[in-house]
């Protein structure tokens, strides 16, 4: 494809220019326009294109020398409508570009697709829906969209350090989404440090490896679920994964009954001065520490007296002794479950 077609009508305008000296019409300039439109549109370098322009006025250019000044201005003009239209016809490629993969990742984490026809538009995007693939999802202090710096700064150090690995980096309801393939656990774990320190300090959860074009959305919900987890849980981890807390929503499965073992363990602590909080939260540490007192004591800034006192006021108020095998568990489990369902916050 010749770049000569898009310059129709440039020689007879920089003709017409010189023999009257007037400036091109909004029509002319129109045109120009619509040339550098198409000339995009068929994927043309707009380099060549302005070196075609130069050779055609050298051509045209007139032998009388009052005429060079219109000449050049028409130039000018001209040259800058086509580039105009050029660069609006690239905008709207990129936009249309942006839509298509906003409407594929959309499709891909609802999984609301033919499965085949995403199968198909996901090798556009780097993504070979047959393999296993895992997702992790970030949260920061604030909602990012695709838009974000921190999108540009997480995805560089990632091109940076793995090159193509068919890795989708996007946002999702104002978190980070990462997609990778099933067996690079590496390239999560190197996406999630960094989008802990782009982030400020966000938290990342990852999902379980999960195979067919299903598998992203499945990965997915696993990793918003660890991440809601994690938060009601009030763990420190910054980074946490699914594989790691499934034994949470096992406890769960039952609510009603994880209520009642909750009500019945640790109901008692609410007649404690101060309420239930301060001493559901000792025994958290208690059993976060290995049931280690002085390490108990050291995390939430008492003494070890204290500690003890505050262990044996539970176990006078409970009637279960926490340093003892045989109720730990129960209380364990019982605080778990409190974290959970947010007890003692909401009434269960």
Not at 143 to 167: K, M
Not at 243 to 270: C, E, F, K, N
Request: overall charge negative; proline content about 4%.
């Amino acid at each position: 494809m010749t770049a000569e077609r898009y310059l129709d009508g440039y020689a007879e305008l920089l003709a017409e220019v010189s023999a009257t000296g007037r400036r091109p019409t909004r029509d002319e300039l129109g045109a120009r326009r619509a040339l550098g439109e198409r000339a995009a549109d068929d994927g043309l370098s707009l380099r060549i294109l302005v070196r075609h322009h130069l050779e055609a006025t050298r051509s045209a250019w007139p032998g009388a020398p009052g005429a060079a000044d219109s000449v050049l201005a028409a130039v000018t003009l001209a040259v800058d409508a086509f580039a105009e239209g050029y660069e609006r016809a690239q905008r709207m490629a990129v936009r249309q570009e942006e839509a298509a993969r906003r409407e594929f990742i959309d499709d891909l984490l609802y999984g609301r697709s033919d499965l085949g026809r995403l199968a198909e538009r996901a090798e556009r995007f780097g993504l070979v829906l047959s393999r296993a693939h895992t997702v992790a999802v970030a949260r920061g202090p604030e909602a990012y969209d695709d838009t974000a710096p921190v999108i540009g700064h997480v995805e560089a150090a990632l091109n940076a350090r793995f090159g193509d690995r068919h890795v989708l980096l996007a946002t999702k309801n104002g978190l980070l989404v990462c997609v990778a393939p099933g067996d690079q656990e590496e390239v999560l774990t190197f996406f999630a440090q960094q989008a802990h320190a782009a982030t400020d300090g966000s938290r990342v959860a990852v999902g379980r490896p999960q195979s067919g074009p299903g598998g992203v959305v499945q990965s997915y919900e696993e990793a918003l679920s660890a991440l809601d987890l994690a938060d009601r849980l009030g763990l420190d981890d910054p980074v946490v994964r699914t594989a790691d807390l499934l034994v949470y929503p096992v406890l769960t499965r039952d609510r009603q009954a994880m209520a009642d073992l909750v009500l019945s363990a640790l109901g008692p602590l609410r007649g404690a001065r101060g309420g239930a909080e301060p001493l559901l939260r000792t025994l958290e540490v208690y059993f976060d520490s290995g049931c280690t007192a002085a390490e108990a004591a050291r995390r939430l800034t008492l003494s070890v007296r204290a500690l003890t006192y505050r262990l044996e006021r539970i176990h006078r108020l409970t009637g279960a002794d926490p340093a003892d095998p045989t109720h730990r568990y129960t209380l364990q489990t019982a605080v778990i479950g409190a974290r959970l369902l947010g007890w003692p916050a909401q009434e269960l």
